[in-house]
């Protein structure tokens, strides 16, 4: 790669990520028709960055690409949702004997001010900076582990489920669930309690199947 690759590279990536959070946050719904014009101007990047950014997400199974139409984000169905779900519960609990060997105090209360964080935007702030915040708190978290590969996985699984708008949050009682498993969370690895912290994790990823709610095209992983 050139010097004058690397910007370019770096331009469509950030549109990409950009893309990525707005669909996971609900600000695309499944299904929505993604126009390049459009893009170009809500990110205001050119034509060659937006294209290559839906390019790479049409490789991560985020966007679907019909040719002769466009591009739109995908509809993933229940079974594949599950399969991902259960992944994401076999890795990030595996990761917690790291993360509470690794928890220092002064670790535990920044991961506690983003559980917080995420109560204040539950009463004050948009389904963009709940998801934003609820992000935060849950890299903060895994950030413990000592293994960046396995890290690196959870963070590909997520990105290939989407938005808390059309699923996980659908509800004012599911937010406030999530909240309380934040706390919950950060209770065991206060008490450096292993076993719940996993426990917690895995009930926190499978939410919508334990509350019996049917498990929407859309919805971004806890």
Partial sequence: MTDTDAPLKKAWMNVADLIARDVQSGAFAPGT????IDLEQRYGSGRPDVRRALDYLTQKRLVQHVPNRGYHVVLPDGEQTAHILELRVILETAAVDSIVAN???????????????????????????????????????LG???????SSLVTDLRSRTSSALAGQWSTRARVEQSSREHHAMVEA??????????????????????????????????
């Avoid at 076993?195 to 019996?212: C, S, Y």
Wanted: aromatic share 4%.
């Fill in 33 to 36: 028709w993604l126009k390049q």
């Fill in 103 to 141: 928890a220092t105090s002064e670790a535990i209360e920044r991961i506690e001010a983003l559980a917080r964080r995420f109560d204040e935007m539950i009463l004050h702030g948009t389904v963009l900076e709940q998801y934003e915040a609820n992000l935060a708190f849950h890299r903060e978290l």
């Fill in 144 to 150: 413990l582990c000592s293994n960046p590969e396995l």
């Fill in 189 to 222: 690895l206060g008490a450096r309690d292993a076993q719940r912290l996993k426990d917690v994790i895995a009930l926190h990823i499978r939410q919508p199947k334990n509350e019996g709610t049917p498990r929407q095209s859309g919805s971004v992983s806890p």
